[in-house]
């Protein structure tokens, strides 16, 4: 079993950064590729992002160019790098390991205007 610790998540103005980063613990060696999901208020939850163990990426339209993500095999963590806010990246952040299927717990993320 693999348990994932989302942390990093806030409040910022739009046009700011924040750093997420999502510990993975248990038998992470069962993890093959990771992933950011985001679930806004009302809506379905969506891909943000994901990150095969070789360093592989994967983004969607609307994050391109502003968000990165990136992984640490040695430490079992996966990071997500969001810049350029906007308002309409407010939601509730999600990790997700492919392979085992477990989620984290979620962190908020809130972009004011």
């Known amino acids: 079993q693999v348990q994932l610790v989302e942390s990093g998540g806030g409040l910022v103005q739009a046009g700011g950064s924040l750093r997420l980063s999502c510990a993975a613990s248990?038998?992470?060696?069962?993890?093959?590729?990771m992933a950011w999901y985001r679930q806004a208020p009302g809506k379905q939850r969506e891909l943000v992002a994901t990150i095969t163990r070789g360093g592989s990426t994967n983004y969607a339209d609307s994050v391109k160019g502003r968000f990165t993500i990136s992984r640490d095999n040695a430490e079992n963590t996966v990071y997500l790098q969001m810049g350029g806010l906007k308002p309409e990246d407010t939601a509730v952040y999600y990790c997700?390991?492919?392979?085992?299927?477990?989620w984290g717990q979620g962190t908020q993320v809130t972009v004011s205007s």
């Open positions: 248990g038998r992470a060696s069962s993890i093959s590729a």
């Open positions: 997700y390991a492919f392979g085992v299927g477990s």
